[in-house]
């Protein structure tokens, strides 16, 4: 179904930030972009939203197209980010999602219009496409707090 609007509107996207313990370490998967803007820059996975596509099933579409990452269980919404000036391309308002795979999955492989993918060292990360520093950072928070929940000792 078209509209048309006399004010314009932003995009929106949805990307999602992964978790796992590998060699003891707590580690993030990340993408490395094939195409501008950011291109050969390390992200997260995400995407567009198709415009009959419900925002998680998007971030699972979007997460296995880049990633080949499927059945990962549960996800939560962290948090929706909108600064007017956090893509290049056009005014992009992201939701983005964490959640966690157990230790030792390897079944990444990059596609979609990501270079490669990866699991990364939530310590010693690359230089992050975009506002995707922040979002790791507050996943990493979300995630210390959850464990640090009385609920969850």
């Known amino acids: 179904m078209a509209y048309t609007y006399e004010y314009p509107h932003p995009a ?3 990307d999602t930030v992964i978790f796992t313990i590998r060699d003891g370490r707590l580690r993030v998967l990340l993408i490395k972009r094939g ?15 198709d415009i ?7 971030a699972r579409r979007e997460l296995e197209e880049e990633t080949g990452l499927r059945n990962v269980g549960h996800l939560e919404q962290l948090h929706t980010f909108g600064n007017p000036d956090r893509d290049p391309r056009e005014r992009i308002i992201t939701v983005v999602f964490h959640g966690a795979v ?3 999955r390897s079944d990444i492989r990059a596609g979609d219009d990501a ?10 990360l ?6 995707h520093e922040v979002i790791v950072d507050m996943a990493c928070a979300r995630l210390r707090a959850q464990l640090d929940s009385p609920a969850t000792a």
């Open 12 to 14: 929106v996207t949805t």
């Open 35 to 49: 195409q501008p803007p950011e291109q050969g820059k390390w992200a997260i996975p995400g995407g567009f939203v």
């Open 52 to 58: 009959d596509e419900d925002l998680e099933d998007g």
């Open 102 to 104: 157990p230790p030792g």
């Open 115 to 124: 270079a490669s993918a990866d699991w990364f060292d939530t310590l010693e």
């Open 126 to 131: 690359p230089d992050l496409a975009f506002d």
